[in-house]
């Protein structure tokens, strides 16, 4: 890596400077302003208790996994400094969140920089470190997002580089595993990163190949019309459900059938793609009328044997319309951007061609994904052995909370836009800030009626779509180097496919911030947006100049507003040096003996500020897998009085639906004490009567 440049210097000090007078701001701001989520107080406590010789636990009796293993190994050594303060780990994780931002922004600097001109990689660093939004979603948390964006990064700065070379001078093997480490390493700071991983290894490795270009896009393709078809059949989420299991083996067979057999007809060939148009369109009415009359019977068959619940029929006509649509618009729109094709290799059949490179497919592949998947073997027994399970636990609970009635934890995506990934606010807002901004304008679009009118939002993402391809479209020779230069296809890939593992399975209380790979994707496609613009509309000698002014202007504004909002977050001096960290702590302090065992659908900020007192978690997110199995079986009351837990700090509605469903009542006495419209419960070893 290079020296920092002025810009970048200058970039780290604002940063810095601003970070610094948060981290130093009164003590009462972190939980109540800055790190709020329960969800990274699962992180700090498990990792102090770690730290501090009592294992992988959160409460210090069960043994937890539920957490990305990278991020943890990060909070180790920060939080083994709570049993001195508990604010000062606080303070170094801000400083530690604030310098993986800057991090990120400096390789977004160098990114975009290199690819079109410094000023424009500044406005997207700028742009990056200093809003808000992006703060929100993956630092401010204190989770392990702010970690996974800075690694997807490096893996596409790593790939950047190689991109430049390996024309002349090709990849070695130790090259190759070693990107594989970083991949790993990426996989890790989250798990569910293993589909950009994936998509960004074929990307590697069909690199020499037409492959490389349409596979990312074709896998993509082939899931999404299924799924498509599944939804226009069924109308809704709500009623998909019910077939999943029939839409998941569909696109299991969609994906073993109709990619070979794209391959063997000849799709991924340079010679289809200088055919004519109506050549190309007979090749692919071929491909999709044979893949999907073989995945049709096949699953008619299965159907027969009752394999599954149920099919709907009508289903594989659509996917049959939609596959054909898909592959026409990414060949033709291939043919738009790449206007030379005839200057690559030369043409061969697909037999040919795998006899000529399958050896070398073979040999990186396993070179790559070895790294990865082994390390993944590895880590899934560890976890099998030590937690009794394969994967972390609190994914497994989420899973089981979208099978159940009711939508305690906010259920699976409920609408066609939440399903897609689409929607332009809540947790399932994939592709913030534009979905949001799309949103805000189809709202202001439409009459006023109490009723969101969906149409005019997605007119809105089709016109911005046609925009943009239309920019590619006019600038192809530096589009195409620049879709190129920073893996776009893989990662748009792999984003939809991680956006489909939570959704086509059913995932119930995914989190806006799950969606990483989204905010650093429109991030680099903003840079693109940017640099084409530059290089199409500032034909004039002093363009560089003007370009840096702007960036300067546009620096100061976000830099400036963004000081003003940590000095609004974080005041200094505002809080009395005696006031409590949070209110529930003196509560939960004068309502129960010191000893007690407290039972919380959460408490994450209470586990890591109680004194004297120890916090279970009840809903199973950070609780062992054996509670999980307990808790699954209507078992979980007998669970905890095994434990001796004395008290259950809980809205007592709550206790009464799914996934409770009123197991723990038997064992509950009410007392005199609540909180915030949660009643303190004292818990009995045995069926109280009172």
Request: glycine share 8%.
């Amino acid at each position: 890596m290079k020296k920092l440049d002025l810009f970048e210097i200058i970039l780290s000090v604002a940063v810095i400077s601003i970070s610094l007078y948060g981290a130093l701001s009164d003590a009462q701001n972190f939980a109540n302003q800055w790190f709020t989520r329960d969800d990274a107080y699962y992180y700090f406590k498990v990792a102090q208790n770690i730290s501090e010789g009592h294992g992988s636990t959160f409460d210090g009796i069960n043994p937890t996994n539920g957490y990305h293993p990278l991020w943890m190994l990060v909070c180790i050594p920060i939080f083994s400094l709570a049993r001195f303060d508990l604010i000062l780990p606080l303070r170094i994780l801000l400083m530690v969140m604030s310098g993986l931002s800057l991090a990120s922004g400096i390789l977004l600097y160098r990114l975009i920089g290199r690819l079109f001109a410094p000023p424009i990689g500044a406005v997207i660093a700028v742009y990056w470190v200093f809003n808000y939004q992006i703060t929100g979603a993956l630092y401010q948390n204190g989770l392990e997002t702010g970690l996974a964006a800075l690694f997807i990064l490096l893996l596409i700065y790593r790939l950047s580089e190689l991109e430049r070379s390996w024309r002349t001078q090709d990849i070695s093997h130790k090259q190759l595993i070693a990107l594989g480490i970083l991949a790993t390493l990426t996989m890790f700071s989250r798990l569910d990163l293993i589909f950009i991983v994936t998509m960004l290894g074929l990307w590697i490795i069909f690199r020499k190949h037409l492959l490389r270009h349409f596979i990312p896009l074709d896998l993509l393709a082939v899931v999404t019309s299924v799924l498509l078809a599944f939804m226009l059949v069924l109308g809704s989420p709500r009623q998909y459900y019910f077939y999943t299991s029939s839409a998941l083996t569909t696109s299991f067979l969609a994906l073993i059938i109709k990619i070979p057999l794209a391959y063997f007809i000849g799709l991924y060939e340079r010679s289809f793609a200088n055919q004519g148009l109506w050549s190309v369109l007979r090749k692919i009415a071929l491909f999709t009328g044979l893949g999907s009359f073989s995945v049709g019977a096949i699953m008619l068959i299965l159907a027969q044997a009752n394999f599954f619940v149920g099919f709907p029929r009508t289903a594989l006509i659509y996917d049959l319309l939609f596959t054909f649509a898909f592959f026409t618009f990414s060949r033709l729109g291939f043919a738009g951007l790449h206007t030379n094709p005839k200057q690559a290799e030369q043409p061969s059949t697909p037999i040919e061609t795998l006899r000529n490179n399958w050896q070398t497919w073979l040999g990186e592949g396993l070179r790559y994904y070895g790294v990865i998947f082994g390390a993944l073997g590895i880590y899934m027994v560890w976890n099998k052995f030590a937690f009794g399970t394969f994967s972390p636990v609190s994914g497994q609970i989420k899973r089981w909370w979208a099978t159940l009635p009711g939508n305690t934890y906010g259920g699976a995506a409920s609408t066609p836009l939440e399903f897609f990934g689409l929607a332009y606010d809540g947790p399932a807002n994939t592709w913030a800030p534009v979905s949001t901004k799309l949103g805000m304008w189809s709202e202001k679009l439409q009459p006023h009626t109490m009723i969101f009118d969906v149409r005019y939002y997605i007119l809105l993402l089709v016109i911005f779509a046609v925009l943009f391809y239309a920019l590619l479209w006019l600038t192809s020779k530096k589009s195409k180097q620049a879709l190129v230069q920073l893996s776009v296809m893989p990662l748009l890939s792999g984003a939809l496919f991680q956006t489909y593992y939570y959704h086509a399975i059913g995932f119930s209380a995914f989190k806006g911030w799950y969606w990483v790979t989204q905010v650093v994707l429109v991030a680099l496609v903003f840079g693109v947006i940017l640099g084409l613009l530059y290089n199409l509309l500032f034909k004039i000698k002093q363009r560089t100049a003007i370009a840096w002014v702007a960036a300067v202007v546009f620096a100061l504004y976000m830099g400036f507003s963004y000081f003003e909002i940590m000095r609004y977050v974080m005041p200094h001096g505002q809080w009395s040096p005696n006031a409590p960290y949070l209110d529930i702590i003196p509560f939960l302090e004068t309502s129960t003996e010191p000893g007690s065992l407290i039972g919380i659908t959460g408490g994450g900020t209470a586990g890591y500020f109680i004194h004297d007192r120890t916090i279970i978690n009840i809903d199973g997110l950070i609780n062992s897998y054996p509670y999980f199995q307990a808790l699954q079986k209507q078992k979980a009351a007998e669970y905890l009085a095994a434990e001796g837990l004395n008290y259950i700090l809980a809205r007592p509605l709550i206790l009464n639906v799914q996934p409770y469903v009123k197991q723990f009542n038997p064992y509950l006495e009410r007392t005199i004490y609540s909180y915030e419209a949660k009643d303190l419960l004292r818990f009995h070893p045995t069926p109280y009567s009172p």
